[in-house]
């Protein structure tokens, strides 16, 4: 989490929504990080977990990542959480929960419908205060 | 929706599972035309929706595509449905229904959760047996 934390100080930064996503493998290694590039590719759908998912899945030549934990500073949104069951994460970490536009805990709640296919293990909350910290910097500054 | 149809069948003659993605603009002009790619690319988050959005966006310049239609051959997974809505489109038209894989009629019901700041108009249905057909006989072929 302290490397996606990284991430979304640097989205921040940059004028993204901060937020950051890693992939890890089994040992724990990174394979791939990233942080939020909406503003940057014009894009909605370049969230830090599209990006992370299909980098790690690129550099394992794989599109499945069964051995792999996807760590995000923010509860998912409902395309990124069906992007981790399609490319078959082990474990999604999140920090901050996200009641307006998380998909996992909030709203779509993907994995609760029972068509999803593939369930990953959730671990929510995690550092949830230094994650919700930079987001709300970033949106006061902007007001 | 026959634009779509003809992405889906190259799809298939990849050895793609057919659906293919179309979006008009206002006038009904073709902004972006894709088939899905997840093989070719390896990669589970290029469904023909998302590449087609994304096309249209870049040709644009524009994240935001509020007077666009995207016509799909199949119904959108969870993963396209919050990424239209992230899009902003207005009308999403789909050709066959998916209670399997399908997240805007079943599964999670992505436009239904009051969570979802954008719920473009939905019309379901459209040639839904020629969609249904080309997917039917690609499974069929790979038994």
Known sequence: MER????????AARGEVPVGAVVTDATGAVLAAAGNEVEA???PTAHAEILALRAAAARLGSPRLPDCTLTVTLEPCPMCAQAASFFRVKRIVFGAYDPKGGGVEHGARIFAAPSCHHVPEIVGGVRETDSATLLRAFFSARR
């Open 4 to 11: 996606a934390l990284i991430e979304a100080a640097a989205a």
């Open 41 to 43: 590719r014009n894009d």
